[in-house]
């Protein structure tokens, strides 16, 4: 298979690409695999992160529909928002956030940041959030902002798109690997690495940690749109839920709740390689990634990639739980 000669419509804005890095120290210490870890925390947009990607197709495809405002949601200390932010501060575009919950006491990590890059911000207070995200967007509309809606992470056919496109990237960096391990959690990331993966004829093990998903929905939810981020790219095929490979066992205390492990995680990445981890998704994936390797799950001989989806700003958020 083939990408289509005519590519989507995409704003480059990410700093791209980013780079690849080996972590030898890190593996020392595991006594594992080969390490390696792909900085998508370096995407350059307010800190980084995966969502910058997206973002590239998602703010082309709202400026080529006129849009003038961009609506979408998260929790709290959602990442996606913040680089939604961002990146409709740096176009001009009005942004509104819906977020999940009320307003907590101290605005800090992504929440600040969301208030500096001048989010207008419109708390669930119990409702709903995706029934609240639907009537903030109509309202919007009815109001003649223009608005488009991006989906919590960012995660549709677009947002897939980008991410076939980043497995491109990696591959051309030529750095070969038999597997690559990330957090998963709306799709978008993964169904994306997959459709590429097709697209590309990458044949390693493409495994998603589970931060807050049971491993049989979000296979297929992934499946779907890896599918039709394939349909986008004018690609033949589908994609099956089988095919998609989930480990939801490291779910802890759910979303947002770190644990021993992202800890234990989160220090190891730093203390032997300088690389800041985030308490919700990376330490999460890391922490799984971690366990795999200890239990031989991946094996001593296979030569890894970790692809590091940023989230860094959080962790001020739980400094209490870090100090």
Known sequence: MTPPSAPLPRLRFAHLPTPVEPMPRLAADLGGPALWIKRDDQTGLAF????????????????AHGAR???????????????????AAHFGFECVLVLAGGPPKT????????????????WAQGEDRETLLRSTFE???ADGRRPYLIPYGGSNPLGAAAYAAALAEFLAQDVAVDRIVFATSSGGTQAGLVAGARAHGFRGRITGISVDEPAAA????????????????????????????????????????MGEREKEAIRLFAQNEGILLDPVYTGRAAGGMIDLIRTGEISAEERVLFWHTG?????????????
């Open 48 to 63: 980084g992160g995966n969502k910058t990607r997206k973002l590239e197709f998602l703010l082309a495809d709202a400026q």
């Open 69 to 87: 405002t961009v609506v979408t949601a998260g929790a709290v200390q959602s990442n996606h928002c913040r680089q939604t932010a961002a990146a």
């Open 107 to 122: 605005a800090n990590g992504n929440l600040l940041l969301d208030h500096l890059l001048g989010a207008k911000i419109v």
């Open 139 to 141: 309202k919007a509309s």
């Open 218 to 257: 979000l296979s297929a939810r992934v499946a779907a749109l890896a599918t039709q981020g394939m349909g986008l790219l004018g690609l033949e095929g589908s994609i099956r839920a089988a095919e998609i490979e989930v480990n939801d066992r490291f779910l802890g205390g759910g979303y947002g709740v």
């Open 311 to 323: 989230g860094t700003p959080a962790l001020f958020a739980y400094a209490d739980q870090l100090a």
